[in-house]
């Protein structure tokens, strides 16, 4: 019996990585599904996902992981984020109008283009994140910006509606 069973096993061990693979995209596809039925995925691990161009106005993603993700052109008007990991996102011409990103992580993103009008900053970590062009009227705890010189402000609207000059070569990559 035992050496039926051999040949199976040899065959799992290179399948392994496969199976577990299909699994987690399953989940994922499943999380996204719930999102856009419930507009709430508190907790969720959307690492990676597409939702390009999705609108997501006033979804509550409180504690999720987006890390990598593709949110280009997204509407996330009023969306709750907080405590959300951004990480390496990109957010090009996401509308970001009046949303919470209280304790949010967008270290590295790309924000070229966005709108973050009346948006909550307060306590968010965006190291080497591209600002360009984008709109940041009235975003709180973002008064400092202008002076971090991790960020990139080609041409952006600031918090206190004047536009920021500072451009450099690694700018452009619209």
Sequence with gaps: ???????????????????????NQFQQEHTVQQLLRTKKCFGCNLAGVNLAGVNLAKVDLRSSNLQGANLKNTNLRYAN??????RSA???G???????LKNTLLVDANLQQANLENSNWERAGFRNANFSYANLVNASKLNNIENSNSVILCQT???????????NEHTLKI
């Design 81 to 86: 984020l907080e405590w959300s990991d951004l």
């Design 157 to 167: 609207i600031l918090p206190n509606g004047m536009t920021s000059s500072r451009c």
């Design 90 to 92: 990109n957010l090009q």
């Design 94 to 100: 996401a509308d970001l109008t009046g949303a919470n």
């Design 1 to 23: 019996m035992l050496s039926c069973l051999r040949p199976l096993i040899f065959l799992m061990f290179p399948l392994t990585p496969y199976l577990i693979l299909q699994g």
